[in-house]
């Protein structure tokens, strides 16, 4: 009986702490749509309320109709979706190579990608600017790219490395006793396997590029980015437009999220490796 409360009280404290994590994370967010959407009045009180009570669709007619949403969604969803594609073609076969190297040389390889986050990105975006420059990428969506590929390439890869490194080498041997080649079993077996691993890297990276904001800052000038929309009205002092931009800016990452988490499963590995 004892052991059972111990389990029931374990399980309810789990509870507890677990609503008070997701109150934390989750109610910010309910003010910044509730602001989207709240009158002056409501809003600028001295006690406001936590639930509304009256709505308005004003601010978000300001924000809709301003013609400063369409082109920077476009860019900001452009350039996070094309540098995650890119960054996984290029890391995963790389990660994968690594993952089969002897225990130090992998290590080593890891901590070189360990070594490259410690460059501050504001100081790589000043030069990097200046080079984009002279090769006129100033202020297009390919600059943005491979400026975000320099910070999230070694991201990406020091995930997948991991990723396959929890793959056992049985499964590359019975690729390879069937008579499929390095390629082969890399496309065929290796990679679906590691479908939760990589859908995990490409969202985390993508969401890093959504919400980039020092490279976007430094390489656009006429067409910005969602994030410096949001920084544009918070310098104009609108708090309405900017709780309604800081929505629209949240609403793709929660639909790449629901789309992303169905690779998102335990146990991906079972059942890969035949008895």
Not at 95 to 122: D, G, N
Request: glycine share 6%; hydrophobic share 50%.
């Amino acid at each position: 009986m004892k052991t059972d409360t111990k389990r029931t009280l374990r399980k309810i404290g789990f509870g507890v702490i677990l609503a008070i994590l997701c109150a934390y994370m989750i109610i910010p967010i309910y003010i910044v749509v509730k602001v989207s959407f709240g009158t002056t009045e409501e809003v600028m009180t001295q006690h406001p309320t936590l639930l509304p009570h009256a709505i308005t669709l004003e601010h978000w007619a300001d924000v809709l109709t301003s013609g400063n949403v369409l082109a920077p969604l476009l860019k900001s969803f452009t350039v996070a979706t094309a540098t995650t594609v890119v960054a996984i073609l290029i890391v995963s076969p790389a990660a994968y190579a690594i993952s089969r190297l002897s225990r130090k040389v992998k290590l080593s390889f890891v901590m070189v990608l360990f070594f490259t986050k410690m460059f501050p990105t504001i100081g790589i975006a000043l030069p990097i600017s200046v080079n984009f420059l002279k090769w006129n990428l100033m202020d297009t969506s390919l600059g943005l790219i491979l400026a975000d590929l320099i910070g999230q390439l070694p991201f990406m890869a020091w995930i997948l490395v991991s990723t396959f490194s929890g793959i056992p080498r049985d499964l590359d041997e019975a690729a390879y006793i069937d008579g499929a080649t390095r390629m082969q079993a890399l496309m065929r077996v290796i990679f679906p396997v590691a479908g939760q691993g990589i859908a995990v890297a490409g969202m985390y990276v993508w969401l890093n590029c959504w919400n980039e904001f020092t490279y976007a800052l430094y390489l656009s000038l006429s067409t910005k980015t969602l994030p410096l929309m949001v920084y544009y009205y918070i310098e104009r002092g609108g708090m309405f437009q900017t709780a309604a931009y800081a929505t629209i800016l949240a609403i793709p990452v929660i639909i790449v999220t629901f789309i992303l988490q169905r690779y998102l499963k335990s146990g991906y590995l079972s059942g890969a490796i035949k008895g």
